[in-house]
């Protein structure tokens, strides 16, 4: 099947009978996340080449988009909270904010010191998800222990699933 650019055309040539007809497949094979532009024509054998050329070109157009969401933007992820580089960048920041902290190096969530009595409900804190894509996904969120270790209750949650 030759190609042409980011299109496999089948069959690329051969003959017609009169009164009939062949069907002539072009498929776009997708790569990247790119628009593309290729023009075909047709040549007809025994046609004056400049002639034919008018009445069969064609422009075919197709765009390949891949799926995503935004993992790399955290200030756009954590909108509501603060972004630094590292929690180890200096211990005097963590102790002048005492929540809503995310760490870029260690991609850790910091809620800060909390008294469980003030919070009985617990702490809700909301984080934006975007698909900055033209392709539907779908997307499942779970939070884990760092370690297995400890028969404690873990004290988080995620909402929706």
């Not at 069959?11 to 593309?36: C, L, M, N, R």
């Not at 211990?91 to 991609?107: A, G, H, R, T």
């Not at 702490?123 to 934006?128: A, D, M, P, R, S």
């Amino acid at each position: 099947m030759p190609e042409f650019g980011q299109w496999d055309i089948s069959p690329s040539s051969g003959e017609i009978e009169q009164q009939s007809s062949v069907k002539v497949e072009v498929t776009f094979v997708a790569k990247d996340a790119k628009v593309y532009a290729q023009k075909l024509a047709i040549d007809v054998s025994h046609r004056n080449p400049r002639e034919a050329i008018l009445d069969s070109q064609y422009e075919v157009l197709a765009e390949s988009c891949v799926p995503g969401i935004n993992t790399e933007n955290y200030d756009s992820i954590f909108e509501e909270q603060i972004v630094v580089p590292s929690l180890n960048s200096g211990n005097d920041m963590l102790e002048m904010v005492n929540s809503n902290v995310f760490s870029v190096e260690e991609k850790t969530f910091y809620f800060g010191t909390l008294i469980p009595s003030k919070h009985p409900d617990g702490i809700i804190e909301k984080i934006k998800i975007t698909n900055n894509k033209k392709i539907p996904c779908e997307i499942h969120f779970s939070v884990e222990k760092r370690s297995h270790s400890g028969t404690e209750e873990f004290a988080f949650s995620v909402m929706p699933e």
